[in-house]
């Protein structure tokens, strides 16, 4: 099957929205330290362009969790394959997301950390496809909702592709 990706959210749209949200974190947490979460391999993009935008002292670390399912659609069922490697206790942590789909990756990721201890935990996404949701997840900043169309671009990926891109676009299957 060969795609064609029409543009959605240009370079510059992306941008300019990443640094209003970065803008936005560095006040929240004004006299603060943030600890960035990033879920991968889809938010790492995210993440770099946000962590160069905040004003506050930030601190890094990575996860990966599969969701088993087919390409286009996940199963609520999640595993980790990648831990944190530092612990969240005492921490103002923000997990930083490409995108909150049918909410089952987020909702179960959020309860296995609050569990860690952090001295707050919220949550930061790019993009947001609220018509899809079936699982209730508090989005704390969100960067575009989006309709319900695959999307590609800015870490997110069709088969592992197209996450170089630096705009958003949709996935059209011809
Ligand atoms: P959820 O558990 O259904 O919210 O799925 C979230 C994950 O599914 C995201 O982190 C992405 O990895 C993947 N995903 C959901 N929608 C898209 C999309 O439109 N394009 C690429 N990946 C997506
Ligand atoms: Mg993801």
New binding site residues.
């Given amino acids: 099957m060969t795609e064609k990706i029409k543009v959605l959210l240009s370079e510059g749209e992306v941008d300019a929205k990443i640094q209003q949200i970065g803008e936005q974190i560095s006040k929240d947490y004004a006299g603060k330290q943030v600890h960035l979460v990033c ?1 991968l391999k ?1 938010g790492s993009f995210f993440m770099c362009e946000l962590a160069k935008r905040i004003t506050v002292p930030v601190s890094l670390d990575f996860m990966s969790v599969s ?1 088993y399912g087919s390409e286009t659609k ?1 199963s609520g069922v999640v595993r980790i394959v990648k831990d944190l490697d530092e612990p969240l206790k005492g921490k103002n942590v923000i997990v930083i ?10 909702s179960y990721l959020l309860e296995m950390l609050k569990d860690r201890g952090p001295e707050s935990l919220r949550l930061c996404t790019l993009l947001d ?1 609220p018509d899809r949701r079936v699982v209730d997840v508090n989005v704390d900043y969100t960067g575009f909702q989006i309709p319900d ?4 671009g800015y870490g ?3 088969d592992q592709k197209y996450r170089n891109l630096p705009y958003i676009g949709i996935v059209e299957f011809e």
């Avoid at 169309?149 to 590609?152: G, L, P, R, S």
């Fill in positions: 879920v889809g969701s996940s997301e490409d995108i909150v789909d049918s909410g089952r990756t987020l496809k169309e695959f999307v590609v997110l990926d069709y």
